[in-house]
């Protein structure tokens, strides 16, 4: 695709006040993953406005917008549209105040928190840019909304729902997301292996209730429970192999009703991370050797219920496409601010897609403040900033010193829009 020099610069400053209105509004109205119904009501609006072909309800409440602009290649662009069961405390003027009902019933504060507020509203102003600079591509872009990203649910929902049937198949499926331990400014590319298999697991262990005044007349499932959390953390110290990537984290212990009643029972949560499938496999095989083993031990009535869910596998950058990649992203936005990425402890549904056997890329995009990144990497600890990723110029800085004149901060969106069109524009065909 050719473009005069600065012209997607000088699109994205033209897209950015809009941008930033609608990641405003997505940010004071989030919704919990399968809930997003404004937000994809929303999104379809705004991709229907400029003139795609959307079809909302793709797997529950998922868009898909179709922009045919002639024969070629067609790309696909996914974002997610789900927030997360958290407070906001970022103290700024448009934090949410939204509380919803989880699937438990409980009522529980919402807040965008992941950044999937940043990645909506830069994905519509892309299919902006793209539209208003059609003359210079051809081929089809294809915009999804993914919902459920966070249970790990929702890409292999739209699959199922036909995804690649009813639309075009996409010849490169592409995602981004905005991180902290990265200054705005830079992006990350990883080749291969970007992030984790997850596996999330509940064991129900069970024992012999009674009063805590007789413990002799009981099996107490708290103490079973308790010895298989000690137990689980040898998986990775002694069991796989050093240098190998695993952790076997247990989230939470639920147990009892009242201080002086052993029950019946007591539940552990784990999450389960890998990066390769045979570490996986024997990751697993210990966790329901350790459980069982604890369990019979301790002369339990029963073996332990142990159930998955909330699993997918690590998202792989196909290394040609990634090659590709890297090169559009060091001419936009210059060579040093693109670093060699390792491998993410994190995990994310948007393997899905590339599993169906699409080539598949997932760009990493700095968020954090770079002064304050800069200063916190002096000090030698870890930058946490606010969950509001902050761009104080960033992207300026990547341009050119003709381009670097000064403006205010720029918002939120500004970070993703110039990889976003960049990508699209230049993997799909020119005219």
Known sequence: ??????????????????????YIALH?????????????????AELRALGYTVTEHVGGTGVVAILRNGPGKTVMLRTELDALPVEEKTGLPFASKVHAKDPAGRDVPVGHMCGHDLHMSALVATAGIMVRSRASWQGTLMLVGQPAEETISGAKAMIRDGIFTRFPRPDEVLALH???????????????????NADSLR?????????????????????????????????VAREV?????????????TAGTKNNIIPDQAELGLTVRTY????????????TRIANAEAQAAGAPRAPLIEGYETTDAVYNDPALTQRLRAVLEAALAKDKVVTQEPITASEDFSAFVAEGIPGFYLTLGGADPQKYEQAKAAGTRFCGPARPEVDCAMRRSRSPAQQVPRPRPPPPWICIAPWTEVAGRFLDPP
């Open 28 to 44: 004071q109205h989030p919704e919990l993953s399968g809930s997003e119904v404004q937000t994809a009501a929303r999104v379809a």
């Open 276 to 287: 390769k499938p045979e570490i996986r496999k024997q990751v697993l095989e210990a966790i």
């Open 178 to 196: 905005v991180v902290n331990e990265l200054p705005a400014g830079q992006v990350g590319v990883a080749t291969g292996i970007y992030d984790s």
């Open 241 to 253: 192999k050093p240098g190998q990537f695993a952790v076997v984290t247990v989230g939470y212990v």
């Open 203 to 235: 064991i129900t262990i069970y024992g012999k209730g009674g009063h805590g005044s007789a413990p002799h007349t009981t099996v107490d499932p708290i103490v079973i429970a308790a010895r298989t959390v000690l137990a689980l953390q040898t998986i």
């Open 1 to 22: 695709m050719q473009r005069a020099a600065g012209a997607p610069m000088l699109e994205v400053d033209v897209a950015y006040a809009k941008a930033y209105a609608l």
